[in-house]
């Protein structure tokens, strides 16, 4: 199996209207669910994804998720090649895990595994 991109997030410091902003421009439907807000792009084409206002720095991104099969197995391989933990394996409660590691320029990757 791949490990294709499942998922995108937008960061933002500004809520509510950020979600306002990307429905008015993109004509997406954006639900919040607890402390996501879940982004149907209204197509049967690419990805969906989901706006989040983090409590912690970064809160202005923009990053996507892998589907992987091993969330430590990939975050102690992306360490090895030079990257960084920045989240690790961490459960959604129902779905599976993310974790964020940090490439070499320092871009913020998931990774997800699905429950």
């Known amino acids: 199996m791949g490990q294709p991109v499942v998922h995108f997030e937008i960061g933002t410091r500004q809520g509510d209207k950020s979600k306002q902003f990307y429905s008015e421009l993109f004509g997406w439907n954006i639900e919040s669910h607890g402390p996501a807000n879940m982004i149907n792009t209204g197509s049967g084409e690419g990805i969906q994804g989901n706006i989040a206002v983090p ?3 970064p809160k202005s991104y923009v990053t996507f998720y892998v589907q992987v099969d ?36 320092g871009n913020a990757i998931g990774l997800w595994k699905s429950a």
């Open 70 to 105: 091993d969330i430590n197995q990939s975050l102690a391989k992306a360490e090895k090649l030079g990257g960084k933990v920045l989240v690790p394996a961490s459960d959604v409660p129902g779905m599976g895990q993310f974790a964020w590691f940090a490439d070499l320029d």
């Open 55 to 57: 409590d912690q720095e």
